[in-house]
C-alpha cells in the first residue's frame, strides 16, 4: 500500500470502479480500497439501458457484453390490480437492460479498473477521513493483516455505498422520517416469470424470451421485485419498517414473514407457485434512504450511494452510481489541472448529481412536501432531458402511486400526453 | 461564425460523431431535444469551453435554457466572459 497517490477511492462497486477507471484513463494515480473481496454478493440487480454510455465512457462495454447478462425487454407492473407493461425499445433505447448477477457485474468492472492502472487493495476498510494542506487522508485497516495505516491524496472519493462513510463522519446521513422501509430478499430456482407478451413462462423459456423486471404492490406503498437472473430468480419486498418490528427477529421469522407475503401477494404468489427458495439467501436491510448532504468540500467528493438512496423501485441505483462516479472523474481532473478553481468547479458537481437524485426522489418519494427550492430544482433538471426520455419518465411516473410529486412538478396532462401510446395495459397476465 | 461559436459546434459535431451520430450540428441544433449530447457530455463542454477561452462560468448557468442549442450556450460564454 502507497502513502501516496492523486485520488483515494474508497469502495470497489459500480461507482467507485467508474471513478477509479475514469481518473486513471486519464493518467492519475488511483488507489482504490475495497473491504471485501470481490466477487462478493450484493443486492441491486435490474439495470436500465442507461448504464451502457458510462460502460462506453470508461472502456468497459466489451467485457460487459461478452458475460452474457439476461438482457431485459422492459418492465411489468401490478399496482393494487392496475397491470402495465412498458419496453425501453418503445423510448429509442437500441441497446438492452439488463439484469445482472451483482457479484458477476461489479468484478467485471473491478477487474477493469485493475487493467486500466487503478491499484486495488481488497480486505482493506477504510476508516477516518481528514483534510489538511498535507492532502485528503483516510485512515484504514488491513483485515487480513490486521495492520492500520493512512494514505494521502489530493482527492478522496467516497464511494462507499449504504455504508456512507463521509456523510456518517460529518453526521449527514440524514434518513427520511417519511420515507423508513425496509427491505427483504432471496432467490428461487425455477420461478415463472412474465415476457413483455403478458403471459407468464417457465423458466426455460428464459434463454429465447427475455423476461420483464415484475413489480407488485404490496400494501399503501410497498411493493416486491421479481428479477430472473440466469441460475436463480432475485425476488424482494419493500415494506414500511414498522411491518417487521413486532414479528421476532431471528433470521427464522424474517424469512418466513418473506415467504408468505410474496406467496400471498397477487401474481408474485403466482410466479413462485412451484418455485423454491434457495437455502440461507434471505437477506434484510433496514432504513436504506437517506438524503444527500454535502457531496463535495474540501478534498472530497460522495458518489453513488454513499451520497443518497431512495429506493430501488425504478432500477436507477447502478446507474446513478456509474454517472455520478463519472461526473467526479471529470470534475476532479479539472480540479487538478487547475486547483485554484476547485470551489467553483465542485459546485458544477454537486449540482448536477443533487438536482438528478432530486427527480428520483419526486419519481419514488410520494407525499412529502419538498418545498419550492426543490420543486424549481426538479422542475428545471427535468428540461435537460430529450423528449424520449421525458416520455419514459412520463410513463413511468403512472405506472405506481409512489410519484405524485413528480406528476405535481411535470404536470398531469403533460404527463398523460408523453406517455400516450408508450405504454399496455392489461386485464391479466396469463398463465399456462 | 464567430470564433466561439465554431469551436463549440466543432466540439459538439466530434463529440457527437465520436459516438456515432450522423446529423450535422448546427448553431441552431436543439441539442437537449433531440438528445445530441448527454449530460456528461454537456459538462465535458462546459470544461472544455473554459480551458479554451478561459472562461470562468458560475455553476449556477449551468441549466437546460443555455444548453438548449449551440446558440444559447454561446451567449452564455459572452455574457460570462462581459463581467
Not at chain 1, 418519494?365 to 430544482?377: C, F, I, K, N, R
Not at chain 2, 459546434?9 to 448546427?26: C, F, H, L, S
Amino acid at each position: 500500500m502507497p502513502a501516496r497517490c492523486d485520488v483515494v477511492v474508497i469502495g470497489g462497486g459500480p461507482s467507485g470502479s467508474t471513478t477509479a477507471t475514469a481518473l486513471a484513463r486519464r493518467g492519475y494515480d488511483v488507489v482504490l480500497l475495497e473491504k471485501a473481496k470481490h466477487p462478493r454478493l450484493t443486492v441491486g440487480e435490474s439495470l436500465i439501458p442507461h448504464f451502457w454510455e458510462y460502460a462506453d465512457q470508461i472502456g468497459a462495454t466489451e467485457k460487459l457484453e461478452a458475460e452474457g447478462f439476461l438482457a431485459k425487454a422492459g418492465g411489468t407492473v401490478c399496482w393494487n390490480g392496475k397491470i402495465r407493461q412498458m419496453s425501453f425499445r418503445d423510448f429509442g433505447f437500441t441497446r438492452p437492460a439488463l439484469h445482472v448477477e451483482r457479484d458477476r457485474f461489479d468484478k467485471i468492472l473491478l477487474d477493469h479498473a485493475g487493467a486500466a492502472g487503478v491499484r486495488i487493495f481488497e480486505n482493506v476498510k477504510a476508516g477516518r477521513f481528514r483534510s489538511d494542506e498535507d492532502g485528503s487522508t483516510i485512515d484504514y485497516v488491513d483485515l487480513l493483516a490486521g495492520e492500520e495505516g493512512s494514505i494521502t491524496g489530493r482527492f478522496v472519493v467516497d464511494a462507499s455505498g449504504q455504508a456512507s462513510l463521509l456523510a456518517r463522519q460529518m453526521g449527514e446521513r440524514s434518513l427520511d422520517d417519511a420515507f423508513r422501509f425496509m427491505s427483504i430478499w432471496g432467490y428461487f430456482k425455477d420461478s415463472k416469470y412474465v415476457a413483455s407478451d403478458g403471459c407468464a413462462h417457465p423458466v426455460g423459456d428464459l434463454t429465447k424470451l427475455p423476461p420483464t423486471t415484475t413489480v407488485v404492490s404490496l400494501g399503501d406503498w410497498g411493493w416486491s421485485w421479481h428479477i430472473p437472473l440466469r441460475e436463480s430468480t432475485s425476488v424482494g419486498i419493500v415494506i414500511p419498517v414498522e411491518k417487521v418490528r413486532s414479528a421476532k427477529d431471528s433470521a427464522a421469522a424474517l424469512e418466513s414473514y418473506f415467504l408468505q407475503t410474496c406467496q400471498s401477494t397477487p401474481l408474485l404468489g403466482q410466479l413462485l407457485d412451484g418455485a423454491d427458495l434457495i437455502e440461507n439467501s434471505v437477506m434484510v436491510i433496514r432504513d436504506f434512504s437517506y438524503r444527500p448532504g454535502t457531496i463535495a468540500g474540501p478534498g472530497f467528493f460522495v458518489v453513488g450511494d454513499a451520497a443518497a438512496f431512495v429506493d430501488p423501485i425504478f432500477s436507477i441505483g447502478v446507474v446513478y452510481g456509474m454517472f455520478s462516479g463519472s461526473i467526479a472523474a471529470t470534475t476532479i481532473d479539472q480540479c487538478l489541472r487547475r486547483p485554484g478553481e476547485v470551489d467553483r468547479l465542485q459546485k458544477f458537481f454537486s449540482k448536477m448529481f443533487v438536482s438528478r437524485l432530486g427527480v428520483s426522489r419526486s419519481l419514488a418519494l410520494p407525499g412529502t412536501d419538498s418545498g419550492e427550492a426543490v420543486e424549481q430544482m426538479v422542475r428545471s433538471e427535468v428540461e435537460f432531458f430529450g423528449e424520449s426520455e421525458k416520455s419514459l419518465m412520463a410513463v413511468v411516473s403512472g405506472l405506481t402511486n409512489r410519484s405524485s410529486n413528480f406528476t405535481g412538478i411535470f404536470g398531469q396532462e403533460r404527463q398523460d400526453a408523453q406517455a400516450s401510446g408508450k405504454f399496455r395495459e392489461l386485464a391479466a397476465i396469463e398463465f399456462p | 461564425m464567430g470564433d466561439i461559436t465554431e469551436a463549440i459546434v466543432a466540439w459538439i459535431g466530434d463529440t457527437a460523431k465520436q459516438r456515432g451520430a450522423t446529423n450535422e450540428v448546427t448553431a441552431e441544433t436543439r441539442l437537449l431535444d433531440d438528445q445530441v449530447l448527454s449530460s456528461v457530455e454537456l459538462l465535458n463542454l462546459t470544461f472544455f469551453i473554459e480551458e479554451k477561452f478561459d472562461a470562468k462560468l458560475d455553476p449556477a448557468e449551468f441549466v437546460p435554457e443555455n444548453f438548449e442549442t449551440p446558440n444559447a450556450v454561446v451567449a452564455m460564454v459572452e455574457r460570462s466572459l462581459a463581467t
